[in-house]
């Protein structure tokens, strides 16, 4: 078939790479807590923000120079930390628990938690087994503890039928700036590359535009 992605607004720009998925990315969460102090008066730490940030680093392996270039070219255009993007977060969110066929607008998922976090506007990534990259944002996350089941009701329906066999990873696609104008590569041979970058998740700008 063909790769299906909605929801992700009018002009977005994405990273050009794949992480490199031998290398689980480093992970962290950023400040969300103001601490404040006074001479003569006590300590105060208040939120700054409910939606916390991800700060995570993803290594990458380049083995061409047009690849190389591509790069290169989208750091020019998002300028640093200063344009948002999306970048898949590789590692597994969710793990479907049962079969759902082509027009379903929802699949049942193994409980994690989401939905003790969920906000109503995250994406997820399906990458499929023959090549395909399917996105979608999530509008609902809902735990039945009766079935045991995390639903993710999906903004629009499924153009194929998703299996427990004929994917090989559901994850988080993430809105996110570059967390440091600074990166490392490393030159392996003439053609080989890699390179890091840290990246710093939007949790709070998922609806601006559809973050366009």
């Not at 008066?41 to 993803?58: K, N």
């Not at 409980?111 to 087994?129: D, H, P, T």
Request: charged share 25%; aromatic share 12%; with cysteine.
């Amino acid at each position: 078939m063909a790769d299906s992605i909605t929801a992700m607004g009018s002009a977005p720009k994405y990273f050009p790479l794949h992480p490199n998925w031998a290398n689980p990315p480093g992970s962290n969460y950023g400040l969300a807590r103001d601490y404040v102090s006074f001479p003569g008066t006590t300590q105060l730490i208040g939120s700054s923000t409910d939606l916390a940030p991800r700060e995570f680093t993803l290594s990458f392996l380049v083995d061409n120079k047009q690849d190389e270039f591509d790069l290169l070219t989208f750091l020019h255009e998002v300028k640093g930390k200063s344009y948002r993007f999306w970048v898949e977060h590789p590692a597994i969110a969710f793990i479907l628990k049962e079969d759902a066929s082509s027009g379903s607008s929802s699949i049942k998922c193994y409980r994690n938690g989401f939905e003790k976090i969920s906000q109503g506007n995250e994406r997820l990534f399906i990458a499929m087994k023959n090549g395909d990259l399917l996105v979608r944002k999530m509008d609902e996350a809902n735990w039945n503890s009766a079935t045991e089941e995390l639903t993710l009701v999906l903004d629009s329906t499924l153009d194929r039928d998703l299996t427990l066999t004929n994917h090989w990873l559901i994850g988080r696609y993430l809105l996110c700036r570059l967390g440091d104008d600074k990166f490392k590569m490393d030159h392996v041979t003439r053609d080989v590359s890699k390179f890091t970058f840290k990246f710093t998740e939007l949790p709070d700008e998922y609806d601006d535009e559809e973050a366009s």
